[in-house]
């Protein structure tokens, strides 16, 4: 068996991989990343290639490599089809926001990684992890070819997506590893790259229409004007869709894909739940997807990978060069996820466990009964305050929802308290278990209001 040590292994050359690569690397440190594809395949992931905050991405890989894969940045908003009840709610969409084409998106963050140093071992699949008896993780085995091949390392990384096999191998029994994960708390999804004849005319919008289940929905996002990246999801504690047979009928009913091609077919899992509560064990760290990091309600985890790379690499430096990969050193790692987006997607969950148990008519009903602009302001001014302009106007015309509005209401109670409780994330592993009592207690209070299963 051929034998590799490396002060950190990355498993999985995507987005979170990438950019934990490019840091530990530019640091100095050897830095292998493992990846099942092929070099030509790798990079090629199922997405709806809309990337949020693009403007802000970290630096170990340069924005300017990146890039030229923004194949449309003139998106500015939200364009939500609610066919129920005739209507169509534009939302403007804050912040830098670029529909990529995401295959080449992927070649650049390996080419930035391996310009910072990192290598990169192909057609590489990772079966099993090193781990010594005590549960400190040494490394991982795969296999290439066909042959066994053993990486030994100071940190290994888990960047292998959302339904990583690393940890179902390893026995976390011994650390504060989040294991709470099922199935349930996943989002099946498929897309098709579809070219389009003329250019449609929402080429600067997101659009977004609902399934006939309120936990899915399709969407169509415009790379350019006539290359659509058209795709579906559900939650997957729903009924399951026939993915394929839903994103078909509603193409043929659309008079802008008469004479479309499809060009590339994609399916995949994605974590639509909260950030782990811990994603540290010693000798290992979790990012991206492999650690639930994107926003519940949207399923954007590229930003997410993203930051979750670089800071999970930034403490991997740190156990190299103190020489000592325990929780204790990681966990900052935890910490600087949940300071800097965990809380938010924690308190996004909230409205993910609201969406499986409120009846979909009310939410469409009650979305085409507000003022779109109005309810934009609402969004994204952070207030928990409606304006009064939007309150006499909804009111008016929501009368019938004001049900499922109280639940709203209640339910963004709930959601701030939670993220008070997040904004106390402890700062040691031995203050996890408190922290985690008291925030079930919460969510207890959650399931009452919303009326949703226990997702966890
Ligand atoms: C259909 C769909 C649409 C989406 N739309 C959007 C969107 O519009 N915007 C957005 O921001 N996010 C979107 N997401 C989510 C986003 O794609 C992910 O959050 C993001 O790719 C996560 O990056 P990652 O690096 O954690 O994992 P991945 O990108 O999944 O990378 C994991 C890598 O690990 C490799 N790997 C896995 N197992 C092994 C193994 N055992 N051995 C070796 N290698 C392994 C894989 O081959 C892969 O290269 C979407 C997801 C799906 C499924």
Same mark, same amino acid.
């Given at each position: 068996m051929t034998t590799h040590e490396y002060d950190v292994a990355v498993v999985g050359a995507g987005t979170a991989g990438c950019y934990a690569a490019a840091t530990a690397a530019r640091e100095g440190l050897d830095v292998v990343v493992i990846e099942r594809k092929t070099e030509q395949e790798a990079g090629h992931i199922a997405c709806g290639d809309a990337l949020k905050g693009a403007d802000a991405f970290p630096d170990a890989i340069p924005k300017s490599q990146i890039e =030229?894969?923004? /194949? #449309? /940045?003139g998106v500015d908003h939200g364009r939500f089809e609610i066919p129920q009840h005739d209507t169509v709610l534009e939302i403007p969409i804050p912040g830098e926001l670029a529909v990529i084409d995401r295959f080449d998106y992927g070649k650049r963050l390996i080419e930035g990684a391996d310009r910072a140093g990192a290598e990169f071992h192909y057609d590489t699949v990772v079966q099993d992890v090193n781990q $010594? &008896? $005590?549960?400190h993780v040494r490394g991982v085995r795969a296999r290439r070819k066909g042959n066994p091949v053993e990486y030994r390392a100071t940190v290994t990384v &888990?960047?292998?997506?959302? %339904?990583? %096999?690393l940890q179902d191998k390893a026995d976390f029994s011994a650390a504060t590893f989040d294991t709470n994960v099922s199935y349930s708390q996943f989002c099946s999804a498929y897309r098709e790259i579809v070219e389009v004849p003329e250019e449609v005319e929402w080429k600067d919008a997101l659009v977004f229409k609902p399934t006939k289940r309120a936990a899915g929905y399709l969407w169509y996002f415009p790379r350019t004007g006539t290359e659509i990246n058209a795709g579906l999801g559900f939650q997957m504690n729903e009924q399951p869709m026939k993915l394929v047979e839903d994103l078909r009928r509603d193409l043929r009913n659309?008079?802008?894909?008469?004479d479309a091609t499809v060009k590339d077919k994609l399916g995949a899992a994605l974590p639509t739940r909260r950030p782990y509560d811990s994603a540290v064990a010693p000798g290992f760290v979790a990012a991206g997807d492999a650690a639930g990091h994107? #926003?519940? /309600?949207?399923?954007?985890g590229i930003a997410g990978a993203a930051y979750a790379g670089q800071y999970a690499a930034e403490r991997a430096v740190r156990a190299v060069e103190t020489g000592d990969p325990s929780e204790e050193t990681l966990w900052k790692y935890n910490e600087r996820v949940m300071d800097h987006f965990g809380t938010r997607y924690a308190g996004l969950d909230v409205y993910n466990v609201l969406s499986t148990a409120v009846d979909v008519d009310d939410l469409m009903g009650l979305l085409a009964a507000l003022p779109g602009e109005k309810l934009a302001e609402a969004l994204y001014s952070g207030s928990t305050q409606m304006s009064l302009l939007l309150k006499l106007q909804s009111a008016i015309k929501s009368f019938g929802y004001w049900r499922t509005i109280w639940t709203f209401y209640e339910t963004k109670q709930l959601a701030e308290e939670l993220m008070d409780h997040y904004g106390r994330? =402890? $700062?040691?592993?031995?203050a996890l278990d408190g922290w985690q009592s008291e925030r079930d207690e919460l969510m207890d209070r959650i399931y009452e209001t919303t009326g949703a299963e226990p997702k966890y």
């Open positions: =030229p894969s923004f /194949t #449309n /940045t $010594d &008896d $005590d549960g &888990d960047a292998a997506g959302s %339904l990583s %096999l659309r008079a802008e894909f008469a994107v #926003n519940p /309600t949207t399923g954007g994330y =402890p $700062d040691s592993p031995s």
